[in-house]
């Protein structure tokens, strides 16, 4: 375990979240209401740089700078064969990041958007270049016992915090992305006993199994929760029963940027585990919380109604590693810029009159 000494107690979990400044999102209502154009023609953008004002406090929103922090780690259960592709995957992706030929890379290059690669515990070389907050070689294999200890739980979840002070104290938005193959496994886990839904109803194809190997999938989750037994009032036991190092560094990730005041924005299926565990820990966290893509994974919507988030675009993507998050930077962008560079009609000379 490296890079969180005397992190492993609860105190982790103690964070402030600021409540929202209503003060700040009424300016910007306003301000919508006297830009040259039609009031409430820009859509849901207009509620986006609302949302982005009350958060940051600000009446000028903005998302730049902007990073994607995505984590990394390998899962046990892949023994169980619930993927399409094997283990090694993960490490090979975590170098393809460096180099810049993944897609989360290639698109956050489209959209200025720094990308952190975090090893949280990847069962294999990764390159130098990647933030070391390495746990341990994989969880353990959750069909036969807890996938982690708590200990290793809630050091991840520090991992995650201390991740946003020192790699991306200067981000104005980050968005979540993982890298872990099996991890859809733990999260359709994680997903049904945070929503209270049927782990059948919360489990998909991930990379690409077929129908059967599916309801093998939602047998080994099925047996994975009869074994390790979580106590689903209890968001750190449910991520040391069933979850990834990846997906708690994401948590600390979240509860970190949201104490900051920093908008959040949740990928896909793994990222929106994460988000539940981190809402289950400090509820007003959904206040920092912006969707980007609806992905193709049963479970997704089961997240964001949990969340109170409704998609921003639906382009029937199911990739992960933060590539919906770093599309979405894109129109949050777009919503801060047309908030904070549009004249008034006053400004414009326009007379409507
Ligand atoms: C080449 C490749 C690149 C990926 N990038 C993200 N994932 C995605 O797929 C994995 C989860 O799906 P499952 O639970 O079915 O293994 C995660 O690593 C996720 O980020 C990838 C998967 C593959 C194969
Ligand atoms: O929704 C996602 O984030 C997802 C879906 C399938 C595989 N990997 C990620």
Do not use: W
């Not at 039609?38 to 740089?49: D, F, V």
């Not at 007003?284 to 479970?299: I, K, W």
Request: hydrophobic residues 45%; charged residues 20%.
């Amino acid at each position: 375990m490296s890079g969180t000494p005397g992190h492993t107690t609860t105190a982790i979990l103690d964070v402030t979240i600021p409540p929202l400044d209503s003060e700040a999102r009424e300016a910007a209502v306003d301000r919508q209401a006297n830009l040259t154009k039609p009031p409430g023609s820009l859509g849901r953008l207009e509620t986006m740089a609302a949302d982005i004002a009350a958060m940051q406090s600000t009446t000028e929103p903005t998302v730049d700078p902007a990073a994607v922090v995505t984590m990394a780690a390998d899962h046990g259960v892949t023994a169980e064969g619930v993927s399409a592709y094997p283990q090694s995957i993960t490490a090979a992706m975590v170098a393809n990041f460096c180099e810049g030929g993944a897609a989360v890379s290639a698109l956050c290059g489209a959209a200025d958007i720094r990308n952190v690669i975090v090893d949280m515990g990847v069962a294999g070389e990764v390159p130098p270049a990647v933030v070391d907050h390495h746990i341990t070689d994989g969880t353990a294999n959750m069909a036969a016992g807890p996938a982690m200890s708590r200990e290793q739980a809630l050091a991840a979840i520090a991992a995650g915090r201390s991740v946003v002070s020192e790699q991306a104290a200067e981000a104005n938005l980050i968005g979540l992305g993982e890298m872990g193959i099996g991890n859809t496994t733990s999260s359709a886990a994680i997903t049904a006993l945070l929503t209270d839904n049927e782990v059948a109803a919360v489990t998909g194809h991930g990379t690409g199994i077929d129908e059967e190997t599916r309801a093998q999938k939602v047998d080994v989750i099925e047996q994975a929760i009869e074994t390790t037994t979580p106590d689903p009032t209890d968001p750190v036991d449910v991520v040391r029963s069933v979850g990834g190092f990846e997906i708690a560094g994401l948590v600390g990730v979240t509860l970190e940027t949201a104490s900051r005041r920093t908008p959040v924005v949740v990928d896909g299926f793994i990222a929106g585990a994460a988000a539940l565990v981190a809402a289950a820990i400090e509820p007003r966290v959904v206040d920092y919380l912006l969707p980007s893509h609806a992905s193709v994974e049963p479970g997704h919507e089961a997240q964001l109604d949990a969340l109170g988030l409704e998609s921003c675009f639906d382009y029937g993507m199911r990739l992960g590693e933060g590539t919906g998050a770093a599309v979405a930077v894109s129109v949050y962008r777009a919503a801060c810029t047309a908030h904070t560079e549009m004249s008034t009609f006053a400004e414009a000379g326009l007379d409507t009159e």
